[in-house]
């Protein structure tokens, strides 16, 4: 618990990258929940998938080249069955795509540079940019925007 209050500052919230964008008021509630469900999809998918390398990055690049080359960049009707998930995760993965390093980063289990430099409370205008990508990617996704 001394680890979770010296890095963010709060016992509440999990020992990770997403936890200290939270308590950094960098992200808020419902956007540190879907950034939850969007890394736990992409580590479940990897892990089942075996993507061709083993890693959310490679797995990231797989589902997006796939549903290019299958759907030619827009699906026409929702698949169904065991399709369904991929087509979600992809779907929410091209909301996000602004912001693919960080998100594969934080799925990961990685602490990314960004996320360094919020905890010690040194963003760059970068940084400030790439969040704002963030905040917005998990807004559409959670179809707030």
Not at 15 to 41: H, M, S
Not at 59 to 73: E, K, P
Not at 78 to 107: H, M, N
Not at 128 to 137: C, H, I, N, S
């Amino acid at each position: 618990m001394q680890k979770r209050v010296a890095l963010h500052g709060r016992a509440d919230l999990p020992l990770d990258p997403a936890a200290v964008l939270l308590a950094r008021d960098l992200i808020d509630k419902t956007q540190f929940d879907t950034l939850g469900v969007i890394t736990a999809w992409l580590q479940q998918a990897a892990r089942a998938w075996g993507s061709k390398d083993g890693s959310v990055a490679g797995l990231w690049a797989a589902i997006a080249g796939g549903l290019i080359a299958t759907y030619g960049g827009r699906p026409t009707a929702t698949p169904t069955g065991s399709d369904q998930a991929r087509y979600r995760l992809a779907r929410a993965l091209g909301k996000l795509d602004g912001c693919r390093t960080l998100v594969v980063e934080i799925a990961e289990g990685r602490a990314p540079p960004l996320v360094i430099r919020a905890a010690e409370r040194t963003l760059t205008m970068a940084d400030v940019d790439m969040l704002a990508r963030l905040r917005d990617g998990l807004d559409r996704v959670a179809l707030r925007r």
